[in-house]
């Protein structure tokens, strides 16, 4: 069966040390992956995705097909990354399947 | 430029009544959804479609019903409200080409008693 997980429902990391939020799935295909974030009294907005190999805000996400995770990391964590983020594949049907979400928060 | 617009922001309803959830978007896109969150959960998708006249069902749509008569809009119909649908629900957006890069709503939170 198709399955995402987010292992994490509560993340605390000081300011300045390594954040990483873990993905895994379940899937015998190749699938797309998105990483959506939710800021306090924002919308949820598309962080980036794994096709586009790039860094936003700090932030990269590596597919590792053998371990079929996608964990978010970011070397030195700020403040103003408190939020919620949610792993999101695709698994081949053109829908996204969202995770339960990991609440991050950056503690001064 | 308003993006996706939910309304309403919030609701009670009591068992068995009806309402809309309106969701309306001004940026063009072909593809809507409509998700619901329940406490805890991931966003499940209950309908979606791909353009004006189109629509299809998701991983939820049982109580729900949607229509798509114009690019713009794409209401969600709750016709006989159960307990169940307490819930946060969400519309959102896709542009053509741009597969899965979503713009939300800020959310209806509905509460069913």
């Known amino acids: 069966a198709q399955r995402v997980t987010q292992p994490e429902k509560l993340l605390s990391v000081f300011k300045g040390a390594p954040v990483e939020l873990k993905c895994n799935y379940s899937y015998s295909g190749s699938p797309e992956l998105f990483w959506y974030v939710q800021y306090s009294r924002q919308r949820l907005q598309l962080l980036l995705r794994?096709?586009s190999r790039e860094s936003i805000k700090g932030f990269t996400a590596d597919l590792n097909k053998g371990e079929t995770s996608f964990h978010l990391k970011k070397p030195f964590a700020q403040e103003e990354d408190s939020a919620m983020y949610y792993c999101?594949?695709?698994?081949?049907?053109?829908?996204?399947?969202f995770g339960t979400g990991t609440r991050l928060t950056i503690i001064p | 430029n308003a993006g996706v617009t939910q309304t309403p922001k919030f609701r009670i309803l009591k068992i068995g009544q009806s309402m809309t959830l309106q969701c309306t978007q001004d940026?063009?896109?072909?593809?809507m959804y409509w998700y619901r969150q329940d406490p805890g959960m991931g966003l499940k998708l209950i309908y979606y479609s791909v353009g004006a006249g189109i629509t299809d069902k998701g991983e939820v749509p049982n109580g729900y019903n949607v229509s798509r008569s114009t690019t713009e809009d794409f209401p969600l119909r709750l016709e006989l409200a159960a307990p169940s649908q307490t819930s946060v629900y969400f519309c959102?957006?896709?542009?053509?080409?741009?597969?899965?890069?979503?713009?939300f709503g800020a959310g209806t939170r509905l509460s069913v008693l």
């Open positions: 794994h096709i």
């Open positions: 999101a594949p695709n698994f081949g049907n053109e829908k996204l399947t």
């Open positions: 940026m063009n896109h072909n593809y």
């Open positions: 959102a957006s896709e542009p053509h080409g741009a597969k899965n890069i979503q713009y």
